[in-house]
């Protein structure tokens, strides 16, 4: 039996790597998460997971598609990495500080869904994304929350 499916949104800024460049691709590894709450939220996720994909410092910053958790989380090697801006003295092979997961593409939204655009939607009040000050890179998504916009995207909830 499957266990329960969480759902979770992750910002990119689309000039760096794009849900269309996760389309091409296919699939991609989700490194340089340097926030400590942000990667406790990535060893949370369990493979088939749904994910939000969300462009960030963008215009509009929005929620863009679609994908899912393909490989559960594994040391992020940027830590060990001397030339890598990502690389963390601290972190060694038997002590990895950071992780990281791969997500594999499922849909891209026929238009963003922007913040603006989800303040206006009943339900979504108190949605971790639109609470003010709100900055965290990886965030979990209620299912609820995935359900509603999945449907005002006009794509299947399913993952």
Same mark, same amino acid.
């Given at each position: 039996?499957?266990?329960?499916?969480?759902?979770?949104?992750?910002?990119?800024? $689309?000039?760096?790597?794009?849900?269309?460049?996760?389309?091409?691709?296919?699939?991609?590894?989700? &490194?340089? *998460?340097?926030?400590?709450?942000?990667?406790?939220?990535? +060893? &949370?996720?369990? %493979? #088939? &997971?749904? *994910?939000?994909?969300?462009?960030?410092?963008?215009?509009?910053?929005?929620? *863009? #598609? @679609?994908?899912? !958790?393909?490989?559960?989380?594994? $040391?992020? /090697?940027?830590? /060990? &990495?001397? @030339?890598?801006?990502?690389?963390?003295?601290?972190? @060694?092979?038997?002590? $990895?500080?950071?992780?990281? *997961?791969?997500?594999?593409?499922?849909?891209?939204? =026929?238009? $963003?869904?922007?913040?603006?655009? %989800? +303040?206006?939607?009943?339900? %979504?009040?108190?949605? =971790?994304?639109?609470? +003010?000050?709100?900055?965290?890179? !990886?965030?979990?998504?209620?299912?609820?929350?995935?359900?509603?916009?999945?449907?005002? =995207?006009? !794509?299947?909830?399913?993952?």
């Amino acid at each position: 039996m499957a266990g329960k499916k969480n759902y979770w949104l992750m910002k990119s800024e $689309p000039d760096v790597y794009s849900i269309d460049d996760l389309k091409k691709d296919k699939t991609s590894h989700w &490194d340089g *998460v340097r926030n400590f709450k942000a990667r406790n939220n990535m +060893r &949370d996720m369990k %493979l #088939g &997971d749904g *994910v939000f994909f969300y462009h960030s410092n963008a215009d509009p910053k929005a929620i *863009v #598609g @679609t994908t899912r !958790v393909c490989k559960e989380a594994y $040391p992020d /090697f940027t830590q /060990f &990495d001397k @030339t890598s801006k990502y690389y963390d003295r601290r972190a @060694t092979q038997e002590k $990895p500080y950071w992780f990281m *997961v791969d997500i594999e593409f499922v849909a891209k939204f =026929a238009e $963003p869904w922007s913040l603006e655009m %989800l +303040r206006e939607i009943p339900g %979504l009040e108190a949605m =971790a994304l639109l609470k +003010r000050g709100q900055r965290l890179s !990886v965030q979990e998504v209620t299912a609820d929350e995935w359900k509603l916009i999945c449907k005002l =995207a006009k !794509v299947s909830p399913k993952v």
